[in-house]
């Protein structure tokens, strides 16, 4: 039996609806199946009006056991560091958003929005948001750096946009089930468990990236993203291609570029011209490469991938 | 004369932060202000960015409807870069669109809406020992399958784009994938499973062929005594506890409706451009008008938005998108005179205010306006006429009755695939100005894009909240919710679920919060005193 509150703030509620594709546990098993009690939610909650003020307010007082505080979507601060361009139950949700996560046994960033900032943080920031503990990489975010919860752990950064339902359910399963000690968090805070990983770990387009096989265009049947059309698969840490999106696929496997959602500089580039589905290059080699490769071992690794590559490596490989 | 207040902060289960004002009399709405609370600034991070950066951006403006942003983003591009579309392309991007809007069904109907018919209100209601075995959050036996098997529909998705919500498969030239015969006959197996273990088990208890045979509401009668399954299912179910509550004696709102269209025909809009649209569309666009009872077409030339009582800076006037700057006031006091919500009051030049979402497009496919070939059904419009004009119950049929349609065009998509076609044909890159549209489940969405010297310089969206939930326009004209909520009975002023029926009724994409005030001061008064 386990409490759990789940707000949003600057948010598009993408996570929500991506809990909600969850199975084995479906939201509704972690209800009926491990005694998640869920407090309230905007999407779920019965509770309204006056019972749901008193009901933040009791788990702010401790009346009611926090166990777990979600959040999902930005902390707004505009303007002028009120919060009031997002307002919540009456007053700015950022003062919730305080209250809250001081009295929680686990406080848990759901998405890119709570853990960086996301997309309503990119440049210029019109709503001054920041994340629950980061605003971008820098940490800090809007609860600081030396925030920890009643369970003695900083946020737990669940990042992505969407994060998927099974990152969020397995923290909470985790946590129900009395393994809250075995969350291992990474310097970025999110649970090593998914996040040690890359994205490209488990792509079906990896024999296309080892013989350097580009996609040059969307549309094709056979080809690696990363070379000419901005995949950061090799770069970014998060367990898509283990564990598959709605149970069927990945962005990489249908053929979407990985645009890096689980670290915290998405969207790239801040979206600058020329930047979208597109590889930065300098002279020809990337200027991001795969995660602790230089640029002398790129080279080397990539024309000896072009002169062992196969003939059948040029040819569709996803065909009808 | 007794006036009774009432403040709800907030009422859940819309999407995002609604407050909404309400002035009661003799328990009865006379007055209604609503309110978008949060303002995140897309269309100010889109200036000065990629092209492209609409495609990324805009599907995260909404969780919900990232597919029908993603849609309008791409065609928006399409007619401002003047590509081609290969007939592949317009297949996936419909299918992606519809099976969005296929998960929405149950997920609303179930999660956001028909909760509150397990409201103690209705407990001496026939109906309410049933309603709540079905419909209790998590537990109703409706509302646990209904829920979990939402899920499966955006499986389709995830064939398509990788992963639902927030893929970016759909680009100007088409889309990113290439489908394999696998991903085609897998997708048509989650519908079938859709079909079987929902569509035709527990929302209508018949064959789908069955449903499709009524065409009016005398038809929908004769289904409904036909069998014990069919008045048993859940929109059987609805249909008749609707009634007996009473959902369809208020809550009409403005008579006026909109619908850009949606769904291009894959023959039909491979070189698309902004005029030829209207044309090339399987659903077709339209605005009709109850009270004339006349249908016309859609055009986005004929939109203006006016930000008088929206926290903006830019003038009284009505403006087309293309020529708004998107300048937000910087202090968003609530001034029920002034300024009181982020959303804009939008209104068609010539009919002026009008409701958005899935009522809106069945009223507007039953008009004989548009081509021959495009999609007619009449049945909703004869319930309207029949039942005395527009309620909330029947904009919940409207909604319910169009899942078997977008069921049977997913068929379609799947059905004319060519999967040795192409998918993709890759576009040259210019300025220009473009212009997408769709209907998201909730209603009318589109996007303008200027593009010059190779990036943004101006993005606009308007989302079907956008005309559901604006403020007063700039001639004091209420917004359509504003106008459903006057005239709503409430019967306990603790617990007002019938502001919940109505603004749940639009799925509005805001998170809802009812503050009543004194109608003869304007002061608000104490949570839940009665005066």
């Not at chain 1, 009031?84 to 307002?87: A, D, F, G, I, L």
């Not at chain 2, 592949?88 to 809406?113: H, M, T, W």
């Not at chain 2, 079938?192 to 929902?198: D, Q, S, T, V």
């Not at chain 2, 549209?437 to 010297?453: K, M, S």
């Given at each position: 039996?386990?409490?759990?509150?789940?707000l949003?703030g600057?948010?598009?509620?993408?996570?929500?609806?991506?809990?909600?594709?969850?199975?084995?546990?479906?939201?509704?098993?972690?209800?009926?199946?491990?005694?998640?009690?869920?407090?309230?939610?905007?999407?779920?909650?019965?509770?309204?009006?006056?019972?749901?003020?008193?009901?933040?307010?009791?788990?702010?007082?401790?009346?009611?056991?926090?166990?777990?505080f979600?959040f999902?979507?930005?902390v707004?601060?505009?303007?002028?560091?009120?919060g009031?361009?997002?307002?919540f139950?009456?007053?700015p949700m950022k003062q919730w958003v305080k209250e809250l996560s001081?009295?929680?046994?686990?406080t848990?960033?759901?998405?890119?929005?709570?853990?960086?900032?996301?997309?309503?943080?990119?440049?210029?920031?019109?709503?001054?948001?920041?994340?629950l503990?980061?605003?971008?990489?820098?940490?800090?975010?809007f609860l600081?750096?030396?925030?920890?919860?009643?369970?003695?752990?900083?946020?737990?950064?669940?990042?992505?946009?969407?994060?998927?339902?099974?990152?969020?359910?397995?923290?909470?399963?985790?946590?129900?089930?009395?393994?809250?000690?075995?969350?291992?968090?990474?310097?970025?805070?999110?649970?090593?468990?998914?996040?040690?990983?890359?994205?490209?770990?488990?792509?079906?387009?990896?024999?296309?990236?080892?013989?350097?096989?580009?996609?040059?265009?969307?549309?094709?049947?056979?080809?690696?993203?990363?070379?000419?059309?901005?995949?950061?698969?090799?770069?970014?840490?998060?367990?898509?291609?283990?564990?598959?999106?709605?149970?069927?696929?990945?962005?990489?496997?249908?053929?979407?570029?990985?645009?890096?959602?689980?670290?915290?500089?998405?969207?790239?580039?801040?979206?600058?011209?020329?930047?979208?589905?597109?590889?930065?290059?300098?002279?020809?080699?990337?200027?991001?490469?795969?995660?602790?490769?230089?640029?002398?071992?790129?080279?080397?690794?990539?024309?000896?991938?072009?002169?062992?590559?196969?003939?059948?490596?040029?040819?569709?490989?996803?065909?009808? | 004369?007794?006036?009774?207040?009432?403040?709800?902060?907030?009422?859940?289960?819309?999407?995002?932060?609604?407050?909404?004002?309400?002035?009661?009399?003799?328990?009865?709405?006379?007055?209604?202000?609503?309110?978008?609370?949060?303002?995140?600034?897309?269309?100010?991070?889109?200036?000065?960015?990629?092209?492209?950066?609409?495609?990324?951006?805009?599907?995260?403006?909404?969780?919900?409807?990232?597919?029908?942003?993603?849609?309008?983003?791409?065609?928006?591009?399409?007619?401002?870069?003047?590509?081609?579309?290969?007939?592949?392309?317009?297949?996936?991007?419909?299918?992606?669109?519809?099976?969005?809007?296929?998960?929405?069904?149950?997920?609303?109907?179930?999660?956001?809406?028909?909760?509150?018919?397990?409201?103690?209100?209705?407990?001496?209601?026939?109906?309410?020992?049933?309603?709540?075995?079905?419909?209790?959050?998590?537990?109703?036996?409706?509302?646990?399958?209904?829920?979990?098997?939402?899920?499966?529909?955006?499986?389709?998705?995830?064939?398509?784009?990788?992963?639902?919500?927030?893929?970016?498969?759909?680009?100007?030239?088409?889309?990113?994938?290439?489908?394999?015969?696998?991903?085609?006959?897998?997708?048509?197996?989650?519908?079938?499973?859709?079909?079987?273990?929902?569509?035709?088990?527990?929302?209508?208890?018949?064959?789908?062929?069955?449903?499709?045979?009524?065409?009016?509401?005398?038809?929908?009668?004769?289904?409904?005594?036909?069998?014990?399954?069919?008045?048993?299912?859940?929109?059987?179910?609805?249909?008749?506890?609707?009634?007996?509550?009473?959902?369809?004696?208020?809550?009409?709102?403005?008579?006026?409706?909109?619908?850009?269209?949606?769904?291009?025909?894959?023959?039909?809009?491979?070189?698309?451009?902004?005029?030829?649209?209207?044309?090339?569309?399987?659903?077709?666009?339209?605005?009709?008008?109850?009270?004339?009872?006349?249908?016309?077409?859609?055009?986005?030339?004929?939109?203006?938005?006016?930000?008088?009582?929206?926290?903006?800076?830019?003038?009284?006037?009505?403006?087309?998108?293309?020529?708004?700057?998107?300048?937000?006031?910087?202090?968003?006091?609530?001034?029920?005179?002034?300024?009181?919500?982020?959303?804009?009051?939008?209104?068609?030049?010539?009919?002026?205010?009008?409701?958005?979402?899935?009522?809106?497009?069945?009223?507007?496919?039953?008009?004989?306006?548009?081509?021959?070939?495009?999609?007619?059904?009449?049945?909703?419009?004869?319930?309207?006429?029949?039942?005395?004009?527009?309620?909330?119950?029947?904009?919940?049929?409207?909604?319910?009755?169009?899942?078997?349609?977008?069921?049977?065009?997913?068929?379609?998509?799947?059905?004319?695939?060519?999967?040795?076609?192409?998918?993709?044909?890759?576009?040259?890159?210019?300025?220009?100005?473009?212009?997408?549209?769709?209907?998201?489940?909730?209603?009318?969405?589109?996007?303008?894009?200027?593009?010059?010297?190779?990036?943004?310089?101006?993005?606009?969206?308007?989302?079907?909240?956008?005309?559901?939930?604006?403020?007063?326009?700039?001639?004091?004209?209420?917004?359509?919710?504003?106008?459903?909520?006057?005239?709503?009975?409430?019967?306990?002023?603790?617990?007002?679920?019938?502001?919940?029926?109505?603004?749940?009724?639009?799925?509005?994409?805001?998170?809802?919060?009812?503050?009543?005030?004194?109608?003869?001061?304007?002061?608000?008064?104490?949570?839940?005193?009665?005066?």
């Open positions: 039996m386990a409490n759990l509150l789940w949003q600057g948010a598009c509620s993408g996570n929500t609806m991506s809990f909600l594709n969850a199975e084995e546990p479906s939201a509704c098993d972690l209800v009926t199946d491990f005694g998640i009690n869920i407090l309230w939610h905007p999407s779920l909650g019965v509770e309204l009006g006056d019972n749901l003020q008193k009901l933040l307010r009791d788990c702010v007082s401790g009346a009611i056991a926090l166990d777990i979600v999902e979507g930005t707004v601060n505009a303007p002028n560091g009120t009031e361009w997002n307002r139950a009456g007053r001081a009295a929680a046994g686990y848990v960033a759901i998405g890119d929005c709570a853990t960086w900032g996301g997309i309503p943080a990119t440049a210029p920031n019109p709503s001054d948001s920041q994340g503990q980061f605003l971008k990489r820098a940490q800090g975010g600081g750096a030396g925030y920890k919860s009643k369970a003695g752990l900083p946020v737990i950064n669940v990042p992505g946009c969407p994060a998927h339902p099974d990152w969020i359910s397995q923290i909470v399963v985790a946590v129900a089930t009395g393994r809250g000690g075995d969350l291992a968090l990474d310097d970025l805070q999110r649970p090593k468990t998914f996040f040690q990983s890359f994205t490209q770990t488990g792509c079906t387009r990896n024999m296309h990236f080892a013989y350097k096989v580009s996609a040059t265009e969307f549309g094709q049947r056979k080809g690696c993203l990363f070379y000419d059309l901005g995949c950061r698969g090799p770069m970014t840490h998060s367990p898509c291609n283990r564990i598959l999106w709605n149970r069927q696929s990945s962005k990489t496997r249908a053929g979407m570029p990985c645009m890096g959602c689980t670290e915290p500089e998405f969207p790239f580039f801040d979206l600058a011209p020329g930047t979208v589905f597109k590889t930065q290059t300098v002279m020809g080699v990337p200027k991001d490469l795969p995660k602790g490769v230089d640029k002398k071992g790129y080279i080397a690794l990539t024309g000896a991938a072009k002169n062992a590559a196969p003939k059948w490596a040029e040819e569709d490989l996803f065909v009808v | 004369m007794a006036v009774q207040t009432l403040d709800i902060s907030p009422v859940g289960r819309v999407e995002g932060d609604l407050d909404v004002r309400v002035d009661i009399e003799n328990g009865v709405v006379t007055n209604a202000w609503t309110q978008a609370e949060l303002f995140r600034g897309f269309e100010i991070i889109l200036r000065d960015k990629d092209p492209q950066a609409g495609l990324v951006v805009t599907p995260r403006a909404c969780g919900i409807c990232g597919a029908s942003h993603l849609t309008c983003a791409a065609w928006a591009l399409d007619t401002a870069w003047q590509t081609e579309v290969p007939r592949n392309a317009i297949l996936a991007r419909n299918l992606g669109q519809l099976v969005e809007s296929i998960q929405s069904q149950p997920r609303y109907f179930y999660g956001l809406y028909a909760i509150d018919l397990t409201n103690k209100k209705y407990r001496n209601s026939p109906f309410y020992e049933e309603a709540v075995k079905r419909f209790a959050p998590f537990t109703g036996s409706s509302y646990e399958a209904g829920v979990t098997i939402s899920g499966k529909p955006v499986e389709i998705y995830a064939l398509l784009g990788g992963q639902w919500p927030h893929s970016s498969y759909m680009v100007p030239g088409g889309v990113m994938c290439a489908p394999t015969l696998t991903d085609i006959t897998r997708a048509w197996s989650l519908l079938e499973y859709f079909k079987k273990n929902w569509l035709e088990s527990i929302w209508l208890g018949c064959s789908l062929e069955r449903y499709e045979q009524i065409k009016t509401y005398d038809d929908f009668m004769v289904w409904l005594d036909e069998r014990p399954e069919h008045a048993n299912s859940d929109l059987g179910f609805y249909w008749r506890m609707g009634l007996d509550v009473g959902l369809h004696q208020y809550g009409g709102g403005v008579g006026k409706y909109v619908s850009w269209g949606y769904l291009p025909h894959e023959d039909k809009y491979q070189k698309p451009t902004i005029d030829s649209r209207n044309a090339a569309l399987i659903m077709k666009s339209g605005v009709y008008d109850g009270a004339t009872d006349t249908h016309v077409l859609m055009d986005q030339k004929f939109l203006r938005e006016n930000t008088t009582h929206a926290w903006y800076d830019e003038g009284g006037a009505d403006v087309h998108p293309f020529d708004r700057t998107t300048r937000p006031v910087q202090k968003n006091d609530i001034d029920h005179a002034g300024k009181y919500s982020w959303a804009t009051s939008v209104r068609h030049t010539d009919v002026g205010r009008l409701e958005a979402g899935p009522f809106a497009r069945q009223l507007i496919a039953g008009g004989r306006h548009g081509e021959s070939w495009q999609h007619y059904d009449g049945l909703v419009l004869d319930m309207y006429k029949k039942m005395g004009g527009p309620n909330l119950h029947l904009r919940q049929i409207a909604r319910m009755h169009e899942t078997i349609k977008l069921y049977r065009q997913a068929e379609h998509c799947l059905r004319e695939f060519r999967l040795n076609d192409p998918w993709y044909i890759k576009p040259k890159e210019r300025d220009g100005r473009g212009w997408g549209a769709t209907e998201a489940i909730r209603g009318a969405l589109c996007h303008w894009i200027d593009v010059q010297n190779g990036k943004i310089k101006n993005y606009q969206i308007i989302a079907p909240t956008t005309w559901n939930v604006g403020p007063r326009d700039g001639a004091q004209a209420r917004g359509p919710i504003e106008e459903a909520l006057v005239g709503t009975p409430i019967a306990d002023t603790s617990d007002p679920v019938e502001v919940g029926h109505v603004a749940r009724s639009f799925d509005s994409c805001l998170v809802c919060t009812v503050h009543a005030h004194d109608r003869k001061t304007g002061k608000e008064l104490a949570r839940f005193r009665t005066a």
